[in-house]
């Protein structure tokens, strides 16, 4: 109406007023819209017709011009929404059931590595790949723990934990950061020292969107060995699935921190008759040599019954190719050049503290050959995790979890119009797992973020108690530390979104 499109009018004119340069700027009107809003959105669940789209997306080049919109957005009462690689399994950081606005970082992607220091700046806007390219380039026994998909972004996943196949010998991102930038909800930027012990404990971990906009951050590299080794073996049911499983559960968070087993499993064709078996597939990667994994898988897990041919040598930069699923004969470029892939799927999580016998294996895999199209996997822990106290950080899933379990469901284009049936599969699957996993609270990962555990009924604006029954599972007896941060550095509430920590305001 009328005077919103003043009240918009006026949130222009403080942008032109308080920017010497002109900050680019996407209406709906513009040509140019569509293809911003959609260039990064990972999620197909939140691309269509009746998704709410925001009146204007804001793409800053400089970090004054990320002052500046949150200034004005204030100043203005606007509802801000800040992108910077669009993976958030729950579009939050594109959508809002009010009216709203974008902020989308992926102009400020600049990386600078220093290999002397082994420390490296990384703007919010980079996608992880374009942070190992940068490093790679520069150095082949240097690299960072973060994301197995590599066009995820660092602003929200650095936020939020973020793991990959070193998360046994060095941890999340998040344990990796060593400084940040970060535009506060007074606009102002802060760094380490100045924004305080209590900010800069909750920007590593507590998930993206509550406290400030990350601008970029100094990560401590991590040293990888000019080789590694990897290797990647499936079982069926009828080759001994079942114990292979009951055996991982027990072995992969005790192995060397070095080693890194991840389990995936899934279904395949039993017979050509189409009659269906589960297939247990072990992906793993190592920091160091095939010979010294073949004695350790000979000594600690030689049920999988590896040979020599197993065992493939690369370097750390072609690993981080072949898990994304990028040929490892590729050119490197290809991190710094990729479409981002987009696809309709829905992603829950789980921990797990004790070892899942094989009789409830069993009845596990009934309800995967039931509900064909969700699949899981099995992330070990242990290692450094276990070393790095619960309270270190705001992400607390540390010593005594031995894996996580990720359930995800991809439905294609043209299962579209039935996506409830998937939704709920991926249900079904998550209540089945209940007395295996971690309970009071059940734990889930902050950076798979998921509106099932709870939301707000109006964005943003969760009282301290709805908020506890989603913050306690994210981030355990961190949240209460969560909830004080939120209330002494953004008493407004003005960061917010359907999952965002709230304030208690008899702190603030
Ligand atoms: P996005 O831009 O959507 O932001 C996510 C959240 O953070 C939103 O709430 C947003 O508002 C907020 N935010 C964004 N930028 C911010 C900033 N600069 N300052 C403050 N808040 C900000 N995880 C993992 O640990 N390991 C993995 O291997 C993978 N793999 C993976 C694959 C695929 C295909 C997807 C879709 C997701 C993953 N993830 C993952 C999950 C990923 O870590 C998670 O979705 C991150 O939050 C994504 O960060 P983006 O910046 O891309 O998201």
């Given at each position: 109406g009328a005077s919103s499109s003043t009240h918009h009018g006026d949130f222009l004119k403080c942008l032109s007023d308080h920017s010497n340069t002109s900050i680019p700027i996407y209406t709906p009107q513009n040509s140019k819209y569509s293809f911003i809003l959609q260039s990064t959105l990972a999620s197909l669940r939140f691309n269509t017709s009746t998704t709410p789209k925001p009146f204007l997306i804001l793409t800053p080049l400089t970090e004054s011009h990320v002052q500046t919109a949150v200034v004005c957005s204030k100043k203005h009462g606007i509802q801000i929404k800040v992108r910077s690689g669009g993976h958030d399994f729950e579009g939050l950081s594109y959508i809002s059931d009010v009216p709203f606005i974008i902020v989308d970082l992926f102009n400020l992607k600049k990386i600078d590595v220093d290999v002397n220091s082994k420390v490296a700046w990384v703007q919010?806007?980079?996608?992880?790949?374009?942070?190992?390219?940068?490093?790679?380039?520069?150095s082949k026994t240097l690299?960072?723990?973060a994301a197995i998909c590599t066009t995820v972004g660092v602003g929200g996943h650095f936020s939020g934990g973020g793991y990959g196949f070193m998360l046994r010998k060095y941890g999340t991102a998040a344990d990796n950061v060593i400084d940040a930038r970060i535009v506060d909800a007074h606009g102002k930027i802060l760094n380490r020292k100045s924004m305080g012990k209590?900010?800069?404990?909750?920007?590593?971990?507590?998930?993206?969107g509550s406290f400030g906009i990350v601008i970029s951050w100094k990560i401590k590299l991590v040293t990888v060995p000019p080789v590694v080794t990897v290797f990647s073996v499936s079982k069926t049911l009828a080759e001994g699935a079942t114990s292979l499983v009951h055996k991982w559960?027990?072995?992969a968070h005790k192995l060397p921190h070095e080693?890194?087993?991840m389990l995936g499993l899934g279904i395949v064709d039993a017979t050509p008759k189409g009659e269906k078996t589960i297939i247990a597939t072990f992906d793993s990667m190592y920091l160091g040599d095939a010979k010294k994994l073949q004695t350790i898988m000979q000594a600690r897990f030689p049920e999988l019954g590896l040979e020599s041919k197993d065992y493939t040598e690369m370097s750390w930069i072609q690993s981080v190719l072949l898990f994304d699923g990028i040929p490892t004969n590729s050119s490197i470029d290809v991190l710094v050049s990729r479409p981002q892939p987009k696809s309709l799927a829905k992603v829950k999580?789980?921990?797990?503290?004790?070892?899942?016998?094989?009789?409830?294996?069993?009845?596990?895999?009934?309800?995967?050959?039931?509900?064909?199209?969700?699949?899981?996997?099995?992330?070990?822990?242990?290692?450094?995790?276990?070393e790095i106290a619960e309270t270190e950080t705001p992400f607390p899933h540390r010593n005594g979890t031995l894996f996580k379990i990720i359930y995800?469901?991809?439905w294609t284009e043209e299962q579209v119009g039935i996506s409830k049936k998937y939704l709920n599969q991926i249900k079904r699957m998550y209540e089945f797992m209940t007395p295996y996993v971690t309970k009071s609270p059940r734990e889930a990962y902050a950076n798979y973020r998921d509106l099932d555990l709870g939301q707000t009924s109006k964005n943003g604006t969760a009282s301290y108690a709805q908020a506890k029954v989603w913050g306690s599972k994210y981030?355990?007896?961190?949240?209460?530390?969560?909830?004080?941060v939120k209330s002494k550095v953004d008493p407004d509430n003005f960061f917010r979104n359907e999952q965002s920590i709230p304030r208690d305001s008899s702190l603030t």
């Open positions: 919010s806007g980079a996608t992880t790949g374009e942070v190992y390219y940068t490093i790679a380039k520069k690299g960072f723990p209590g900010l800069f404990w909750a920007i590593r971990g507590g998930g993206g559960q027990q072995a080693l890194f087993i999580s789980d921990y797990v503290k004790q070892v899942i016998p094989p009789i409830e294996l069993e009845n596990i895999w009934k309800r995967i050959l039931k509900d064909e199209q969700t699949g899981m996997m099995f992330m070990p822990y242990g290692g450094k995790m276990s995800l469901v991809y981030f355990k007896g961190n949240f209460d530390k969560l909830v004080y």
